[in-house]
């Protein structure tokens, strides 16, 4: 059976979920791209790590979303279903890459 109406306050706490995902996966991203690029402080493990999370990550996420479809939530809540697991990892992702810092060594040549 289908949840009440989503109130605004709750309609307004999944967009910013949505928006603070997408914020912090460009973050992830710029961080890794000037890693690769060798501007930015990076472990050697870096880009098997970030390969290697994907999977789990999207299963999570997946599995979240579904149970939640298949319970009856309202979309905003299967939304922030599916939302959550991601957005914990691009929130851990983006504090760890950005406390490593700029490779100031390696952009002097």
């Known amino acids: 059976m289908m949840n009440s109406i989503a109130t605004p306050a709750e309609l307004v706490r999944t967009s910013v979920t949505f928006w603070t995902l997408m914020a912090e996966t460009q973050?992830?991203?710029?961080?890794?791209?000037?890693?690769?690029?060798?501007?930015?402080?990076?472990?050697?493990?870096?880009?098997?790590?970030?390969?290697?999370?994907?999977?789990?990550?999207?299963?999570?996420?997946?599995?979240?979303?579904?149970?939640?479809?298949?319970?009856?939530?309202?979309?905003?809540q299967v939304a922030m279903a599916t939302m959550l697991p991601l957005q914990r990892r691009t929130a851990l992702n983006n504090k760890r890459l950005a406390k490593r810092g700029p490779n100031f060594l390696k952009m002097g040549g």
Do not use: C, H, Q
């Not at 991203?29 to 290697?52: H, K, Q, S």
């Open 27 to 76: 973050a992830v991203m710029a961080y890794r791209i000037m890693g690769m690029a060798g501007l930015w402080a990076v472990t050697g493990t870096e880009n098997t790590r970030m390969v290697d999370e994907k999977g789990p990550a999207f299963a999570e996420a997946m599995v979240a979303g579904n149970r939640a479809m298949m319970s009856g939530k309202r979309p905003d």
